[in-house]
């Protein structure tokens, strides 16, 4: 009897022991539980599909920076184009589009310089400019500046005149050319300086679109008005109330710079977000810090705020350096604050524009980075967008304690789901999403994180049930999720993506599924003491297992 409790007693105080000692060295996180979280998305960088009416205010708001443009002769009825791209002259001697290649030498990308003010970007990336009147305009100049700006003049039907800075107006030639010496000032009828203007893609409204578009005053009152009020410390109290224990806040490399970011970029998202941490605080949430948009753009989206949709962020060591030195602004200012769980050192970059190596490189320094304030925070790398294995990162060996891959889980945005039924879609989660997850799950490295799933699809006649059916399937496959998973979008103007209507409408219900398993232990533990006593009774560590 005597032995049988010593038997039972020592190992249940042994544990007791290593619990405690877990904690100590877990930090304030979770206390072990898993990531239910919500994305507080178009917060603190906009995105104008989450939330359209931003943008409402700014003149000629349908040519903003990465507007996709074409140009045609009214009279010679062919398009201006950039033979080969660019490095050239302009020719207007281009008819419908057709193939793939010359459909792209007839876009020019807008790099708003006022609402009437314009550069003109073509796809090989030089910059249209003209020396002078009476100078044909061609595509060579590497950066813009006057000789490359250009006054756009529009009437109501698309039809447009441009003109140099010294007021003389664009033409095509009859030897379909584009020179700068029309006689005067050409009317709106058909003639050799009007051109149609063909809006081809609009769909860049991020931070740079919105400020340079407004203009600083204006965008100031804008994004403060939006800052303060999209969301409060009432949806923490919402989130708190529904379980979910951990936010993921996308932030912009210019909250480093606050509150004087360079322009366009408009300070104060720094205050909100230290008022996001107190809200968080005070019910029991956890942050993750989300660098959603970096330096040069590491996807050419406008949630990475690019200007144009180009991806620069991994060809200049200047931009890498620079993210780096937000990770260390970030982590230095939160690492001790109660509310921080993790740090994500980049959103979704592209596997199109941005190489393996350089994310490796950059990911490992931006771990070590964090490690200088804290042995605990949670680090976590994206896995890149596009086409890329999340095993890449597993192989890449970029820290060894508390780091986490984050994985972006949308049944949308592939050609793969467009006609998928809704049991389609179901079975994807249970085939695909689940064996992948499993398998990255028993990977011997990083944590698993969905940091990014919504209760949507291309479904266009889902009823409530089906919704409700396609939620649970998301959750009871994302709660095997080692780390957890986070909802994408606390607030959307599309309300399927909107997790305040799919909790309020009951379409997506949380409660079905209830997560009981805990973030497994994989920390590096460098107390001697642990690591004498584990080893030393291995068995203690099972029998501790089975207490979690
Ligand atoms: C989807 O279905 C429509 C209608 O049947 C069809 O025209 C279209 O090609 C399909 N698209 C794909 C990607 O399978």
């Known amino acids: 009897?005597?032995?049988?409790?010593?038997?039972?007693?020592?190992?249940?105080?042994?544990?007791?022991?290593?619990?405690?000692?877990?904690?100590?060295?877990?930090?304030?996180?979770?206390?072990?539980?898993?990531?239910?979280?919500?994305?507080?998305?178009?917060?603190?960088?906009?995105?104008?599909?989450?939330?359209?009416?931003?943008?409402?205010?700014?003149?000629?708001?349908?040519?903003?920076?990465?507007?996709?443009v074409q140009f045609k002769s009214v009279i010679l009825q062919k398009y201006v184009s950039a033979e080969n791209g660019g490095g050239q002259s302009l020719t207007v001697d281009r008819d419908i589009p057709s193939p793939w290649e010359t459909f792209r030498f007839l876009l020019k990308q807008?790099?708003?310089?006022?609402?009437?003010?314009?550069?003109?970007?073509?796809?090989?990336?030089?910059?249209?400019?003209?020396?002078?009147?009476?100078?044909?305009?061609?595509?060579?100049?590497?950066?813009?500046?006057?000789?490359?700006?250009?006054?756009?003049?529009?009437?109501?039907?698309?039809?447009?005149?441009?003109?140099?800075?010294?007021?003389?107006?664009?033409?095509a030639t009859l030897a379909n050319q584009l020179i700068a010496d029309y006689p005067g000032t050409p009317g709106w009828d058909?003639?050799?300086?009007?051109?149609?203007?063909?809006?081809?893609?609009?769909?860049?409204?991020?931070?740079?679109?919105?400020?340079n578009g407004y203009g600083h005053d204006k965008a100031k009152k804008v994004l403060t008005e939006h800052r303060n009020n999209f969301i409060k410390q009432e949806d923490f109290i919402f989130l708190y109330r529904h379980g979910i224990n951990t936010v993921r806040i996308p932030v912009g490399w210019w909250i480093a710079q606050d509150p004087t970011p360079p322009p366009p970029f408009i300070g104060g998202s720094l205050a909100v977000l230290d008022n996001a941490f107190s809200w968080a605080q005070m019910y029991d949430i956890r942050c993750i810090i989300d660098l959603h948009a970096a330096p040069g753009s590491q996807n050419g989206m406008?949630?990475?705020?690019?200007?144009?949709?180009?991806?620069?962020?991994?060809?200049?060591?200047?931009?890498?350096?620079?993210?780096?030195d937000v990770i260390d602004f970030l982590a230095s200012r939160y690492a001790n604050h109660p509310a921080l769980l993790g740090i994500e050192l980049l959103n979704e970059p592209s596997a199109f524009g941005?190489?393996?190596?350089?994310?490796?490189?950059?990911?490992?320094?931006?771990?070590?980075?964090?490690?200088?304030?804290?042995?605990?925070?949670?680090?976590?790398?994206c896995q890149r967008i596009g086409n890329a294995d999340p095993l890449e990162l597993y192989q890449a060996n970029i820290g060894s304690s508390n780091i986490v891959v984050d994985l972006h889980y949308y049944n949308l945005f592939d050609i793969f789901f467009v006609n998928m039924s809704a049991g389609d879609n179901i079975e994807f989660i249970f085939k695909s999403r689940q064996t992948q997850l499993q398998a990255l799950n028993k990977a011997n490295g990083p944590l698993v994180f969905i940091g990014e799933w919504v209760n949507e699809w291309n479904v266009t006649s889902g009823s409530q049930m089906d919704y409700q059916e396609f939620g649970r399937?998301?959750?009871?496959?994302?709660?095997?999720?080692?780390?957890?998973?986070?909802?994408?979008?606390?607030?959307?103007?599309?309300?399927?993506?909107?997790?305040?209507?799919?909790?309020?409408?009951?379409?997506?219900?949380?409660?079905?599924?209830?997560?009981?398993?805990q973030i497994p232990n994989r920390r590096e533990i460098s107390s001697a003491a642990f690591f004498a006593f584990h080893g030393s009774s291995s068995h203690l560590f099972f029998n501790c297992k089975c207490f979690k």
């Not at 249209?128 to 009147?133: E, I, K, P, R, V």
């Not at 190596?357 to 200088?372: E, F, M, W």
Request: charged share 15%; with cysteine; glycine share 8%.
């Open 1 to 68: 009897m005597g032995t049988g409790f010593c038997n039972w007693v020592l190992p249940v105080i042994l544990c007791c022991w290593v619990l405690f000692l877990s904690g100590v060295y877990s930090g304030d996180n979770l206390n072990g539980r898993k990531v239910r979280g919500v994305n507080l998305g178009g917060w603190l960088v906009v995105e104008g599909w989450i939330k359209p009416s931003l943008f409402d205010g700014i003149p000629n708001g349908d040519m903003l920076d990465g507007t996709q």
């Open 110 to 171: 807008l790099w708003r310089v006022s609402e009437t003010e314009f550069q003109f970007r073509s796809f090989g990336g030089q910059f249209l400019t003209c020396d002078a009147a009476g100078d044909s305009v061609s595509a060579t100049a590497v950066s813009p500046s006057t000789k490359e700006t250009f006054y756009v003049e529009r009437n109501s039907n698309n039809r447009v005149h441009i003109k140099l800075e010294s007021g003389a107006y664009l033409q």
């Open 190 to 211: 058909d003639n050799m300086a009007t051109f149609d203007m063909i809006i081809v893609a609009n769909n860049l409204h991020g931070d740079y679109q919105l400020a």
């Open 302 to 324: 406008e949630h990475s705020s690019s200007r144009d949709g180009s991806i620069d962020w991994s060809t200049s060591p200047e931009y890498i350096s620079q993210s780096l």
């Open 354 to 381: 941005v190489p393996l190596d350089a994310l490796v490189s950059y990911y490992s320094k931006g771990y070590q980075i964090v490690r200088n304030y804290s042995s605990t925070t949670y680090v976590i790398i």
């Open 473 to 517: 399937a998301q959750l009871q496959v994302y709660d095997t999720a080692s780390f957890g998973w986070a909802y994408w979008t606390l607030k959307n103007d599309r309300k399927h993506w909107d997790f305040e209507w799919n909790i309020n409408k009951n379409y997506l219900q949380l409660e079905q599924t209830k997560v009981t398993s």
